[in-house]
């Protein structure tokens, strides 16, 4: 190991059944360095920190830390945590009905022999040399998330880790809050210990961070001093395309020329929900396929959530076809019109136990009401009209879903909403994880969609494929819209700056 280096990966391996999630990464962190890992959805980040963590097993590689004469053997995160080696997730992991000093002790203590007096003045003094406003004795739910976040920092500090990893941990902070965790890192910075910030926020990168490493399918990107890597080019990194080397991927005869730009079938303005996404403007015509595009956490889904009433809306105000209408929840939207196939359709979209067929015909059941149930004799209509639409690959309509492909899945998530003749669809991920083939007969639906007049807008991690299906596209970056593109800007190099803030 280098001098100042407290941990070093090499060569680390990890392999799932029929994924490579990781291959020979390399990760290198030093003393006093708060270091960002950065890459989109599937780039291998969670693995490579479970792996750091003990969650789990490495199939190849080593792991060095200061202090140890040979490789580290890390089979469990109470191993990780033995060696100096804490995490601090998203969601908070202490207990909020004991105290703030019972957290940071916990596990460590001696049960009915513990001594209050002298772990709560321990407790304080930590929390003193640190600067976080709690007192020992207060009850951790009444800390604010950012307070419960840096008690547990404190607690890892506390425990003398050298390797500190913060994942996600400003999902939930204004910026308020994530300023004052920004103070607290910069302190654990001076007092040596080296961070692992895993985020998706651009901005808070460059504010806080010394260096980046970028990991991609697996792979290691690079590692980068942070003055050495302008936004554009960490994007470009992140999704694997070099600004030099771009060339145009728009298909003209796919795309969608808008025909009457002046009806607006939705229109909202100053939108916000409690997910946490800053108040925008937005609006699609009759017979547009728009979008909203930017990396991974940039609020993309949480704008559609609001349109549709998915998320609690707390503040805007929302018009269809120019009148004024409340949608606070998904059968408001469907009433109007308006269908919506969320991102994780394991979750959100499918109900596994039932046949294609209950699923197909379930929002139209919903909008009919149960108490004027649709006759089985129209729901195998309805069914088999939509499966052989959308060519679903299933032995019959009584298949349960669940035995389907993720790609039929997706179709019979598809029709469901079809089936309710909407005038607006919103579409989130539709293509993800499933083949080329189906991709490409998605991409080709919504087009012929849109130019039967039904107005759409469409989420893609894949900004190729946005580029192919949309006539424009809302950019999102740090759950704010900070742009948008339509005619001749939509390019790759156009989403890629407008996402990065304009540096070039």
């Known amino acids: 190991m280098k001098d100042n280096s407290v941990l070093e990966m090499k060569n680390i391996s990890k392999s799932f059944p029929g994924v490579r999630a990781l291959q020979n990464v390399d990760f290198r962190l030093c003393e006093g360095e708060i270091h960002a890992l950065m890459g989109e959805n599937g780039a291998g980040k969670s693995t490579l920190i479970k792996v750091l963590t003990g969650v789990y097993e490495k199939d190849g590689g080593e792991i060095f830390l200061k202090g140890l004469d040979k490789a580290a053997v890390i089979r469990s995160p109470q191993d990780a945590q033995n060696l100096g080696i804490s995490t601090v997730y998203q969601e908070i992991t202490l207990c909020p009905n004991l105290s703030v000093a019972e957290n940071m002790y916990i596990g460590r203590t001696k049960g009915a022999g513990t001594n209050w007096k002298k772990m709560n003045a321990g407790a304080d003094k930590i929390l003193k040399s640190l600067d976080i406003p709690a007192k020992a004795t207060q009850q951790l739910s009444s800390c604010s998330i950012a307070i419960q976040q840096m008690v547990a920092i404190a607690r890892a500090v506390d425990m003398e880790c050298k390797v500190l990893i913060l994942d996600e941990p400003t999902s939930s902070l204004d910026e308020h809050e994530v300023e004052k965790l920004f103070k607290l890192m910069r302190d654990l910075k001076k007092k040596g210990v080296g961070i692992i910030f895993v985020t998706h926020f651009l901005d808070q990168v460059y504010e806080v961070c010394d260096k980046i490493t970028v990991l991609r399918d697996g792979q290691l990107v690079g590692e980068y001093v942070i003055e050495d890597l302008p936004r554009v080019k960490l994007v470009a990194k992140m999704l694997g395309k070099e600004l030099d080397d771009m060339t145009e991927i728009r298909d003209d005869s796919l795309v969608y020329k808008e025909k009457d730009a002046s009806e607006h079938i939705f229109e909202a303005q100053g939108l916000q929900s409690n997910a946490g996404i800053k108040p925008f403007d937005f609006y699609i015509n009759k017979g547009e396929v728009n979008g909203f ?11 559609v959530r609001a349109i549709f009433g998915a998320d609690r809306v707390i503040h805007g105000s929302v018009k269809i076809k120019g009148k004024d209408v409340k949608i606070s929840k998904p059968i408001d939207a469907m009433k109007h019109g308006i269908a919506y196939l969320p991102e994780d359709r394991k979750v959100d979209g499918i109900i596994g136990d039932l046949s294609v067929r209950e699923n197909i015909i379930l929002a139209l059941q919903v909008l009919k009401g149960f108490f004027r149930p649709i006759s089985k004799a129209e729901s195998y209509k309805f069914a088999d009209e939509y499966i052989k639409l959308l060519e679903i690959k299933t032995a019959s ?17 598809l029709a469901r909403w079809l089936l309710m003749n909407p005038e607006y669809l919103i579409l989130d991920e539709p293509t993800r994880g499933i083949d080329v083939g189906t991709k490409v007969e998605i991409q080709k639906l919504v087009l012929k969609l849109a130019s039967g007049g039904m107005s759409v807008t469409f989420i893609s991690s894949e900004t190729d494929e946005m580029l192919r299906t949309c006539s424009r596209l809302v950019v999102m970056r740090d759950r704010k819209v900070v742009g948008e593109l339509t005619g001749s800007d939509l390019t790759q190099n156009k989403i890629m700056s407008t996402i990065a803030g304009g540096d070039n």
């Open 293 to 303: 595009t930017g990396l991974l956490g940039s609020g993309r889904s949480e704008c």
């Open 397 to 413: 309509a009584d298949t349960p879903i669940k035995s389907l492909s993720g790609g039929n899945q997706q179709k019979c998530i």
